[in-house]
């Protein structure tokens, strides 16, 4: 239990100090030192004496406890920097669950251990990390630093520390960067636009800033000088800049993730970031092949004069694209005429066709055989075939009458047995009896 508190503000001349005393009867906690950056800035303590009261039960002198604090030095942060705070302590009793925890709570910033178990009288050390973000602004803070128990602690278990947050001397950030292509997508064999922001955040002037974007997987790179960044209190200058690049995708590039690369530098700072971004890969045309397979019924026949024959082809388109076929033949001046059927047609991919040449062999022709040539076009090629036809001579013997010549004869036929009936009817006439 706190039995008095006295608390008191102390300036000496030999540095600051920031003091506070008072008195418990069992503090938890009795010795307690913060370090900002391995430098001693808040010092805890309490320490058992003897007062003259005595306990009325058994008139033992009465034990007491002087609890004092003292802030040694106002410690300097720096944005876009960690400061490493480390907490050492001495604890009277045996403790469970204990965390340390370090917080700036006006900006959010906070930073706490794992919970672990504290016996009487040994000392443990904590280190901590809190991350000072770089949008913070510059001014005076309080740094709370507790020990955390199942029950608030006693004794010089909390310490809140005075501090101070500034700008780098020198400190430039890459704020944004943005990679975009003008078309739906970045693709191989297009054009690739890189957007780069830079903001120089230190308290001097950043003198001759080069900023140099690179695509290492693609061996893609381009160094730009950005020139100077004023500092923050400069209102006549600009203290942010903002540059576009330009790159050239390969064609050969595969398709995936890759990774661009920013930095921004001078001679006395480098700054990097790295974004990700995505290549559209060419869509490969698929391999286009041409194959038609001409099968002939048969590339030699027998034809009389006078008479014709058919000369059958079966097309089949076996490649992956429509072909237009156009067929036709050579070679029959003189002594045939030709019909083909069909003569032109487009074949998709996998259908069949079938083509008849039929040739008609003039009555005058000359007995043999002759040879005249099919030809097949499609794309750009040219399929060629060799035909023979056999002329021979008409057979001579019994030529079957058609319908027409049939019913004459049977017609003239009937009449000659008509008139021979007749005639033999009328011959058979019954001679005129004579009397005497």
């Given at each position: 239990l706190v039995l008095a508190v006295l608390a008191a503000l102390l300036t000496l001349t030999s540095g600051f100090v920031r003091a506070e005393q008072w008195q418990e009867v069992s503090p938890e906690?009795?010795?307690?030192?913060?370090?900002?950056?391995?430098?001693?800035?808040?010092?805890?303590?309490?320490?058992?004496?003897?007062?003259?009261?005595?306990?009325?039960?058994?008139a033992v002198p009465f034990l007491s406890w002087n609890c004092s604090t003292e802030q040694l030095a106002i410690p300097a942060l720096e944005r876009a920097k960690e400061a490493n705070i480390k907490v050492i302590f001495t604890a009277a009793n045996d403790l469970e669950k204990v965390k340390v925890r370090a917080t700036i709570a006006s900006e959010d910033i906070e930073a706490k251990t794992e919970s672990f178990d504290v016996f009487a009288g040994r000392t443990?050390?904590?280190?901590?990390?809190?991350?000072i973000p770089k949008t913070t602004e510059e001014g005076t803070y309080t740094l709370y630093v507790a020990l955390e128990g199942k029950k608030e602690l006693d004794g010089v278990s909390k310490a809140n520390i005075e501090l101070e947050i500034q700008r780098l001397t020198y400190s430039i950030e890459i704020i944004d960067v943005e990679v975009y292509s003008y078309g739906t997508a970045i693709e191989a064999g297009s054009k690739m636009y890189v957007d780069?922001?830079?903001?120089?955040?230190?308290?001097?002037?950043?003198?001759?800033?080069?900023?140099?974007v690179n695509v290492k997987e693609l061996g893609l790179s381009r160094t730009i000088y950005l020139g100077d960044l004023a500092a923050k209190d400069n209102e006549e200058e600009e203290d942010t800049k903002r540059i576009t690049v330009t790159f050239n995708i390969p064609e050969?590039?595969?398709?995936?993730?890759?990774?661009?690369?920013v930095k921004a530098y001078n001679a006395r700072i480098e700054v990097t970031k790295k974004v990700s971004f995505f290549v559209k890969g060419i869509e490969e045309a698929p391999v286009v092949t041409t194959e038609l397979v001409i099968e002939p019924d048969s590339l030699e026949k027998e034809v009389e004069k006078g008479k014709g024959t058919a000369y059958t082809f079966?097309?089949?388109?076996?490649?992956?694209?429509?072909?237009?076929?156009?067929?036709?033949?050579?070679?029959?001046?003189?002594?045939?005429?030709?019909?083909?059927?069909?003569?032109?047609?487009?074949?998709?991919?996998?259908?069949k066709e079938t083509v008849s040449i039929y040739i008609n062999v003039d009555e005058n022709a000359v007995t043999g055989k002759?040879?005249?040539?099919?030809?097949?076009?499609y794309d750009t090629e040219v399929?060629?075939?060799?035909?023979?036809?056999?002329?021979?001579?008409?057979?001579?013997?019994?030529?079957?009458?058609d319908i027409k010549t049939t019913l004459m004869i049977v017609a003239i036929v009937l009449a000659v047995i008509i008139i021979v009936l007749l005639v033999v009817l009328l011959a058979q006439k019954p001679k005129k009896e004579e009397y005497y």
């Open positions: 906690i009795t010795e307690m030192e913060v370090l900002v950056n391995d430098i001693t800035v808040w010092h805890g303590i309490c320490t058992q004496i003897e007062t003259n009261e005595t306990n009325e039960t058994d443990y050390t904590k280190e901590l990390s809190l991350e780069v922001v830079v903001k120089n955040r230190g308290n001097y002037e950043a003198e001759d800033v080069y900023v140099n050969s590039v595969e398709e995936g993730n890759y990774v661009l690369e079966t097309l089949i388109n076996k490649g992956n694209k429509p072909l237009e076929v156009s067929v036709s033949i050579k070679g029959i001046e003189g002594w045939a005429t030709a019909e083909i059927t069909p003569e032109s047609f487009v074949l998709e991919p996998s259908e002759h040879i005249f040539t099919a030809s097949f076009s399929k060629e075939y060799s035909l023979t036809a056999n002329v021979k001579e008409p057979e001579i013997g019994f030529v079957k009458p």
